[in-house]
Nanobody, 123 residues
Framework: QVQVVESGGGLVQAGGSLRLSCAASGRTSTNYAMGWFRQAPGKEREFVAAISWSGGTTYYADSMKGRFTISRHSAKNTVHLQMNSLKPEGTAVYYC????????????????WGQGTQVTVSS
């Protein structure tokens, strides 16, 4: 069984920064590609960023380009999402997803999901 655990959410003022972390564990022999998605109250889940298992390929939602950075940590199957210049519309639950195949933006294809971490951006 693979567990995905997010951390790093919280309350931040508009224009501030947060760094989210995500760790996938359970099958130590597998390298996972990972993605971040978010869901605001009353809205559909949306893609934020994704990274291949090697870290060589990254995708970003257009609205996050230049402000968010996804990266792999030295620890296996751990990624970070650095979020800068946060906006109030970024308030949402942020979910991390993992899979042995790099699905990029396609949330429906990811097999493993975390419980989410709340990010609140005050104006």
């Amino acid at each position: 069984q693979v567990q995905v655990v997010e951390s790093g959410g919280g309350l931040v003022q508009a224009g501030g920064s947060l760094r989210l972390s995500c760790a996938a564990s359970g099958r130590t022999s597998t390298n996972y590609a990972m993605g971040w998605f978010r869901q605001a109250p009353g809205k559909e889940r949306e893609f934020v960023a994704a990274i291949s298992w090697s870290g060589g390929t990254t995708y970003y939602a257009d609205s996050m380009k230049g402000r968010f950075t996804i990266s792999r940590h030295s620890a296996k199957n751990t990624v970070h999402l650095q979020m800068n210049s946060l906006k109030p519309e970024g308030t949402a639950v942020y979910y991390c997803a993992a899979d042995s195949v790099f699905y990029g933006r396609d949330a429906d294809e990811y097999d493993f999901w975390g419980q989410g971490t709340q990010v609140t951006v005050s104006s």
